[in-house]
């Protein structure tokens, strides 16, 4: 592989298959708002390959907090949530958990269709 004396072009001289196996991880901005749509579930949802970031914790923490079962599935990465008891949380609690993070914002829609409030 080559540069030629530019950012604006790159020369790769191949000509070697490739084989192999590779794991493809979740997509991170996807699964949190995956997350919250589960909400609006009447049964539980199960997600895979969900990958152990920051805004998955995030957003696992606010659901349990709302009353959502959140627990492991059977293969590593899955996630199963259950949305049956959902209820409001406590803002000061709200704030604790997330901190400086946006995700709460994400609950508005969902946490208005099922309470009502």
Same mark, same amino acid.
């Given at each position: 592989?080559? &540069?030629?004396?530019?950012? *604006? $072009?790159?020369? @790769?001289? /191949?000509?070697?298959? +490739?084989? %192999?196996?590779?794991?493809?991880? #979740?997509?991170?901005?996807?699964?949190?708002?995956?997350?919250?749509?589960?909400?609006?579930?009447?049964?539980?949802?199960?997600?895979?390959? &969900?990958?152990?970031?920051? *805004? $998955?914790?995030? @957003?696992? /923490?606010?659901?349990? +907090?709302? %009353?959502?079962?959140?627990?492991? #599935?059977?293969?590593?990465?899955?996630?199963?949530?259950?949305?049956?008891?959902?209820?409001?949380?406590?803002?000061?609690?709200?704030?604790?958990?997330?901190?400086?993070?946006?995700?709460?914002?994400?609950?508005?829609?969902?946490? +208005?269709?099922?309470?009502?409030?």
């Amino acid at each position: 592989m080559t &540069v030629n004396g530019s950012d *604006d $072009v790159l020369l @790769v001289h /191949g000509g070697t298959p +490739l084989e %192999g196996e590779i794991r493809v991880r #979740g997509a991170k901005n996807l699964v949190p708002k995956a997350m919250v749509a589960a909400l609006l579930g009447s049964e539980p949802s199960r997600l895979r390959n &969900v990958p152990d970031i920051r *805004d $998955v914790r995030v @957003v696992r /923490g606010l659901l349990q +907090l709302h %009353g959502v079962t959140v627990r492991p #599935g059977e293969e590593p990465g899955e996630l199963v949530l259950d949305p049956t008891y959902v209820e409001s949380a406590n803002v000061a609690d709200i704030d604790a958990h997330a901190g400086s993070s946006r995700i709460p914002i994400l609950f508005c829609g969902p946490l +208005l269709h099922r309470l009502g409030h």
